[in-house]
């Protein structure tokens, strides 16, 4: 069920990893990374949410209700990829940028809502933690290319506008793997056909006239909002600082190596993906490990402690100045990134009803992109105004959200969310 996330995620750890060095490469300034990334956001808030809203209302017996979304959205990734390390300037990476992030948004909200679909309450905590191990994969497996190939095929002078050729081989893989991991998934893993009463309001739905069917989606998400549980407000909250450092965080820690490290700039892109990869590896094998732990000691505890883990993180790495014990404190981030790509999913897919799963998901998306898109728009000047242009500094901002974000988290309670918002409502 989960192995097409594998290829979405490597994708998105090449955006983690490898999209801001190609802007640096390409003669970008590091006080405009932050807008130059504000495609994630925009896309993000625009098509998951619709796209969510769409897959609600669709059926087909041979295809499915998600799958026809995430397949597309994965040729349209995989075309990306292909063609991104080939930008001859700025201008051109930055709109395959956009054409890249439609093209993942649209795979990854239908395969949230698809794994609620398929699996019962009791497994929900198991199926998105699982879930969580891919995110961990793809993005390991990405990072690892990109530290593994400049290692063996880098070196030399680095020239101004050009993208070093060790760099095109990571996206050619995450080309081939976006589409072929989604196509093993589409075709290994049937839907949950709908059930009489579903099938008869998305027959109703196909009914109406074109304009009607194309307003759906966004009444859908107005009522969804106006209707949300008090819990995605709660949310929303850990969300905005936790999503806005995680930004900050990716955009940063190449320019910060370039200081802490005095490295240049394919030094400190594969120190980076290092950082990526060790923290992926953490994900990957304590993704699981947190479902029991989450049952015992209930989910917001440990999402809190693992955000607060992560601030410790971002606290210490700019002040270690050993390429290999900077590696430690990902130890930390790894646990947060795996309780963040696991623990939220879980919390909000036991409390929102399944017809309107693939929605709700949507706005938890929405919740993600609009602090990141908070991010692009004015961590720019606090950067360059705030912070001294200083990267070291925008690493320690980061950390300081992550302990707000932790705080926040406290206030979650599933629980009671449950008898405010009960399934059958």
């Not at 290692?151 to 080309?175: A, C, Q, R």
């Not at 009522?223 to 929303?236: G, I, N, R, T, Y």
Request: with cysteine; aromatic share 14%.
């Amino acid at each position: 069920m989960n192995v097409g996330f594998l290829g979405i995620q490597y994708s998105f750890g090449l955006q983690q990893s490898a999209i801001n060095p190609i802007f640096l490469f390409l003669g970008a300034k590091e006080e405009i990374l932050p807008i130059l990334n504000i495609a994630g956001p925009i896309t993000g808030l625009i098509v998951q949410p619709i796209i969510g809203a769409i897959s609600d209302k669709t059926w087909s017996p041979r295809w499915g209700r998600r799958k026809p979304f995430f397949l597309i959205g994965a040729l349209l990734g995989s075309l990306c990829l292909f063609a991104f390390p080939l930008s001859p300037a700025l201008w051109f990476a930055v709109g395959l940028l956009w054409i890249l992030d439609v093209g993942n948004n649209m795979a990854m909200e239908p395969y949230r809502a698809f794994v609620g679909d398929k699996l019962p309450e009791s497994q929900f905590s198991i199926g998105y933690q699982m879930q969580s191990l891919f995110v961990g994969a793809g993005i390991l497996l990405a990072n690892a290319s990109i530290f593994l190939f400049q290692d063996w095929f880098g070196g030399g002078k680095e020239i101004e506008g050009t993208v070093p050729k060790w760099l095109y081989y990571s996206f050619f893989i995450g080309s081939f793997l976006s589409i072929v991991t989604i196509l093993w998934s589409v075709l290994k893993t049937p839907e949950i056909p709908p059930t009489d009463e579903e099938l008869a309001e998305i027959n109703k739905h196909k009914a109406l006239p074109f304009m009607e069917r194309f307003k759906v989606p966004f009444v859908e998400i107005i009522h969804a909002v106006k209707e949300m549980p008090k819990f995605m407000w709660k949310l929303s909250g850990v969300y905005l600082f936790q999503w806005y450092a995680l930004f900050v965080y990716w955009q940063y820690i190449t320019p910060l190596f370039r200081v802490s490290l005095g490295y240049d700039t394919s030094e400190a892109a594969a120190q980076a993906a290092k950082m990526s990869t060790t923290y992926n590896i953490v994900t990957a094998v304590v993704a699981l490990v947190l479902v029991p732990l989450t049952m015992r000691f209930g989910g917001k505890k440990i999402y809190a402690l693992s955000l607060f883990g992560t601030a410790i993180a971002l606290f210490s790495i700019p002040y270690i100045q050993d390429p290999v014990y900077v590696l430690f404190p990902m130890v930390l981030f790894g646990i947060g990134w795996a309780a963040m790509m696991g623990i939220p999913y879980s919390m909000v897919s036991k409390i929102v009803p399944q017809e309107r799963r693939g929605v709700y998901m949507g706005i938890l998306n929405m919740m993600i992109v609009i602090p990141m898109g908070i991010e692009t728009l004015t961590f720019g000047p606090i950067f360059k105004n705030l912070l001294g242009a200083n990267s070291v500094n925008a690493m320690l901002f980061a950390a300081v959200f992550f302990v707000i974000a932790a705080v926040l988290a406290m206030r979650l309670n599933v629980s009671k969310a449950k008898e405010e918002y009960p399934l059958d409502a």
